[in-house]
């Protein structure tokens, strides 16, 4: 049972006289109790709903349009709480964070629904056999699987949850229906990765075809790890070691199955000093929001790009002079951007400034963990231009707000200068700054 927030004006939900405050038992006989069900069973032309008004149950009956949202809000996107992670992995980055961040930071989501809809990993410890039962009528595909490992105990030892190894079963059992699945593997030195990361890509192998992609990425360590697992950050001979174990291994599988299915992320290679591939090697770049690829593709939109403004004959009416901020790991790349856009277009003067991420520690180089108190310190009394340009990372999604609160509004008043959002593809970073809508 789901509570209705309210009604669209105008709406079919409208014009039958549902009212706010109404609650949405079922749809067609079928109890609902999130957004998954409700999507679901509205999916059907004849349509049957069984509402509960001041205590009395009211049934109304329609024939819907093609599109199951007939007007009606709920409390949530979700039409039900989060659900909330049981495990206690020695490698969790909210387990890392100071105090004093937005309260939001601090819940930790391992929610199947929202794998399906928006792209979350979970690491199914959460799901008993009915859930299974419900993504494989439902077709609920792919599913984002966090494996971390394939090992029953060591998963067990790394997630501190008695029931992480068991789970491993219902990879089969989604595979076997049909469900497309994404893993991501965290590595941390010492536990799951060597022999354990072998391991693991050879059991996940035999999932394939319903097996789409596989990233493998570095453990985040922050500097607030007291009184936690001792874990140690990769040296770059051993992101090197790493990079060569999956490539040997992505090489097979590309032989074999026609392809590579296992990926490290950017920031193996750029802490080993080794080239990224290029953009063939990462086919349809299905992992892109692991970090896999992000920089390639970024470079190759890029310059499709630069070179399609040369060919039109594009050229800066007025001067522009700003400034773009990045992190430690992208620095080099967004600084060759940089100099190629300014090289094309002489009027264009860009100062790339890479930001040191003090608040949770050197050892954080990526961009989208970099706070407001970071820029403010770090580029008080440089030279910045008209304008700022910072990647949309930093914020989150749904709110102008970086991690420690602090609005891109603040900024402005500490700084004295303008500050946008800059997209984070190739293409639209270029036409960003060019200033072309």
């Known amino acids: 049972m789901v509570r209705v927030t309210a009604v669209q004006k105008g709406s079919l939900a409208d014009a039958m006289g549902i009212c706010p405050e109404d609650r949405l038992l079922a749809v067609n006989g079928h109890a609902i109790k999130d957004v998954l069900d409700y999507r679901f069973y509205m999916t059907e032309r004849e349509v049957t709903l069984l509402l509960c008004r001041d205590g009395k149950e009211l049934t109304l009956r329609f024939s819907k349009p093609e599109s ?3 007007g009606l809000d709920f409390a949530s996107a979700l039409m039900d709480e989060k659900h909330s992670c049981t495990n206690h992995c020695v490698f969790c980055f909210i387990d ?9 930071l601090y819940f930790k ?7 399906f809809l ?3 990993y979970v690491t199914l410890t959460n799901l008993k056999d009915e859930d299974i039962d419900r993504i494989i009528e439902m077709h609920l595909s792919p599913v984002n699987v966090s494996v971390h490992t394939t090992n029953p105990e060591l998963r067990v030892r790394m997630m501190k949850n008695k029931h992480a190894g068991e789970v491993l079963s219902y990879l089969r059992r989604l595979a076997d229906a049909g469900i497309s699945l994404c893993a991501q593997i965290v590595l941390c030195k010492g536990l799951n990765d060597g022999d354990e990361l072998d391991r693991t890509m050879h059991d996940l192998l035999a999932y394939y075809p319903a097996l789409k992609s596989c990233s493998i990425v570095p453990v ?15 040296t770059k001979e051993d992101c090197k070691a790493v990079i060569d174990e999956v490539s040997a291994f992505g090489n097979y599988c590309l032989k074999t199955y026609g392809t590579r299915l296992f990926y490290c992320s950017d920031e193996f290679y750029l802490k080993a000093s080794v080239p990224l591939p290029n953009d063939e090697f990462y086919e349809d770049y299905s992992q892109i ?6 920089i390639t593709s970024f470079e190759t939109d890029f310059g499709y790009e630069l070179d399609a403004l040369k060919e039109e004959g594009f050229a800066l009416e007025e001067r522009r002079s700003l400034s773009v901020i990045t992190g430690v790991a992208a620095a080099s790349t967004i600084r060759g951007a940089a100099e190629k856009l300014t090289e094309a277009f002489p009027k264009l003067d860009i100062k790339v400034y890479e930001v040191v991420n003090h608040f949770f520690g050197e050892n954080v180089t990526v961009a989208g963990l970099l ?3 970071d820029l403010i310190e770090q580029l008080k009394g440089k030279e910045l231009g008209e304008c700022v340009y910072f990647p949309a990372v930093m914020l989150k999604a749904d709110e102008e707000i970086f991690l420690d609160d602090k609005t891109p509004r603040d900024l402005e008043k500490e700084l004295g200068v303008q ?11 270029v036409r960003t700054l060019l200033g072309i809508d």
Do not use: W, Y
């Open 419 to 429: 500050f946008r959002v800059c997209p984070c593809g190739g293409a639209e970073f």
């Open 220 to 234: 985040g360590l922050t500097k607030f790890r007291d009184h936690l697992f001792p874990l140690e950050p990769f």
């Open 96 to 104: 890392q964070l100071p105090k004093g961040l937005r309260k939001s």
């Open 289 to 294: 929001e692991n970090g896999v690829g992000m």
């Open 118 to 120: 928006h792209g979350n």
């Open 68 to 70: 199951f949202d007939i």
């Open 109 to 115: 989501d391992d929610d199947d629904r929202l794998s």
């Open 371 to 373: 706070t407001g108190t």
